[in-house]
């Protein structure tokens, strides 16, 4: 189970308030490595006393500031290790152009991450070269490919050659795919026979908190 983690603000009207209406206020006041962390403790925490019955990796997003700190590796081996979790449970994605970008002072946590037995991911990924440089550049285990190349599927054939030889790439490498924005039963069954790894989308999951898996 796959588990693609994000931050909610508590609303007046439905209990939630979208991320843009409250992140804005958090990068003004250069809290987003501290937002990192605690969305990493508040995740392994579930996870730690969660019983979903099956494996789990729960996919965050940490901010390329966060990657770029020096204590960010240890911070997250310090989390996992105080909990007794097994690395693997952890998935950090980085969206493509960033990773593919990726500054050498990044590397060290890259590495030290992958040493401990953490996943990368590459978040956004168009099926291109750069997707490719980004996965090398972050020893991904995952990529996330595109909702706007998912959408086209099935009505433009460039998308779908594309989707497919990335994936026959992957799949080759050991990297698993997973379909962004699938929210049509015909696109989900086409990622099927291409042999995408993982969908997700509103027509399989709709946004739930983490308790409801357990």
Same mark, same amino acid.
């Given at each position: 189970?796959?588990?693609?983690?994000?931050?909610?603000?508590?609303?007046?009207?439905?209990?939630?308030?979208?991320?843009?209406?409250f992140l804005t206020l958090i990068e003004r006041n250069e809290l987003m490595e501290e937002?990192?962390?605690?969305?990493?403790?508040?995740?392994? $925490?579930?996870?730690?006393?969660?019983?979903?019955?099956?494996?789990?990796?729960?996919?965050?997003?940490?901010?390329?500031?966060?990657?770029?700190?020096?204590?960010?590796?240890?911070?997250?081996?310090?989390?996992?290790?105080?909990?007794?979790?097994?690395?693997?449970?952890?998935?950090?994605?980085?969206?493509?152009?960033?990773?593919?970008?990726?500054?050498?002072?990044?590397?060290?946590?890259?590495?030290?991450?992958?040493?401990?037995?953490?996943?990368?991911?590459?978040?956004?990924?168009?099926?291109?070269?750069?997707?490719?440089?980004?996965?090398?550049?972050?020893?991904?285990?995952?990529?996330?490919?595109?909702?706007?190349?998912?959408?086209?599927?099935? $009505?433009?054939?460039?998308?779908?050659?594309?989707?497919?030889?990335?994936?026959?790439?992957?799949?080759?490498?050991?990297?698993?795919?997973?379909?962004?924005?699938?929210?049509?039963?015909?696109?989900?069954?086409?990622?099927?026979?291409?042999?995408?790894?993982?969908?997700?989308?509103?027509?399989?999951? $709709?946004?739930?908190?983490?308790?409801?898996?357990?």
């Open positions: 189970l796959l588990l693609d983690v994000s931050i909610r603000s508590r609303g007046e009207e439905d209990g939630q308030t979208m991320p843009g209406l937002l990192d962390r605690h969305m990493i403790e508040r995740a392994l $925490d579930w996870c730690l006393s969660a019983r979903p019955g099956r494996e789990v990796i729960l996919n965050l997003s940490p901010t390329l500031g966060s990657i770029l700190a020096p204590d960010f590796a240890p911070f997250v081996e310090g989390a996992l290790r105080a909990r007794q979790l097994d690395p693997g449970v952890l998935c950090l994605e980085v969206s493509e152009d960033v990773a593919s970008a990726l500054p050498p002072s990044a590397q060290p946590t890259v590495e030290d991450l992958s040493r401990l037995g953490c996943n990368f991911a590459v978040g956004s990924a168009s099926c291109s070269t750069a997707s490719r440089i980004a996965m090398r550049a972050l020893r991904a285990q995952f990529m996330r490919i595109s909702g706007t190349l998912v959408q086209n599927l099935l $009505d433009c054939a460039a998308s779908l050659t594309r989707v497919a030889a990335a994936n026959k790439i992957c799949r080759g490498t050991g990297v698993h795919t997973v379909a962004e924005r699938v929210e049509d039963s015909s696109v989900l069954r086409r990622l099927e026979e291409i042999g995408v790894s993982y969908a997700q989308g509103l027509n399989i999951e $709709d946004h739930r908190p983490l308790a409801f898996y357990g």
